[in-house]
């Protein structure tokens, strides 16, 4: 079945330790996002991947950054994580619907990351 | 810019009861409107979604959604509760672009049996 993988599904790491969250995804679709959800919160958009351009939110502190080497994988990299970033970290995808008005979103599973 | 209100943070139902989750829309333009259900520990998924065709939207799991625009409204509605439905559930409202969702702050569905 097409879809999103998330890997690891819960990573523990330390105070100011760096940590790589990965996506891939089997549905070939060209735009990529991370979202950060805290404990009984909506999603936080991140950034995005249309293709290759990243576009990154406006109140998206610089310790987040991603890379996105190819079409199906994308990767959170958080430089040094606080206590504050403790959350669940959901990657989705959509397909580009030129001529529509909307963008479906495919999630994953979800990483919940710990901060010690 | 679009926003969207989910009037309440948690509802709780009998199972075999109907479920009915409140959602507001603010747009400009004309919107789509989704609802995802998140069970605990795990992704959203997409219950269903309005795009400006029948204002009447059937989902998944026996869900269906009314788009009434007199009443900036696509409250969530299900006739028969499962305890399977228990989960948090979003409504998020787009007006096309790639990083404009915009979520409500949840709705927590408890089923009692």
């Known amino acids: 079945d097409a879809m999103v993988i998330q890997n690891p599904r819960y990573q523990v790491t330390q105070f100011g330790k760096p940590v790589t969250l990965s996506c891939s995804q089997t549905?070939?679709?060209?735009?990529m996002y991370w979202y950060q959800q805290k404990s009984s919160q909506a999603p936080k958009l991140l950034f995005h991947?249309?293709?290759?351009?990243?576009?990154n939110e406006a109140d998206t502190p610089d310790n987040f950054q991603s890379r996105r080497p190819n079409t199906s994988f994308c990767f959170l990299d958080i430089r040094s994580p606080g206590l504050g970033d403790a959350a669940m970290y959901l990657c989705?995808?959509?397909?580009?619907?030129?001529?529509?008005?909307?963008?479906?979103?495919?999630f994953g599973p979800g990483t919940r990351l710990t901060v010690l | 810019a679009q926003s969207v209100t989910q009037l309440d943070s948690h509802v709780s139902v009998s199972e075999g009861t109907p479920v009915l989750l409140r959602c507001n829309y603010s747009?400009?333009?004309?919107?789509?409107l989704f609802w995802y259900v998140q069970h605990p520990n795990k992704g959203l998924q997409l219950l269903l979604k309005?795009?400006?065709?029948?204002?009447l939207v059937k989902g998944i799991n026996g869900f269906e959604a009314e788009f009434k625009k007199s009443e900036t409204s696509f409250h969530l509605t299900k006739p028969s509760a499962h305890m399977s439905d228990a989960a948090e559930y979003f409504c998020?409202?787009?007006?096309?672009?790639?990083?404009?969702?915009?979520f409500g702050a949840g709705t927590r569905l408890t089923v009692k049996p």
């Open positions: 989705a995808t959509s397909r580009d619907t030129a001529g529509t008005s909307y963008n479906e979103q495919f």
């Open positions: 549905l070939n679709h060209n735009v």
């Open positions: 991947y249309y293709d290759k351009d990243f576009n």
């Open positions: 747009s400009s333009y004309s919107p789509s």
């Open positions: 309005y795009t400006s065709a029948a204002t």
């Open positions: 998020v409202v787009s007006e096309g672009g790639f990083n404009d969702m915009r």
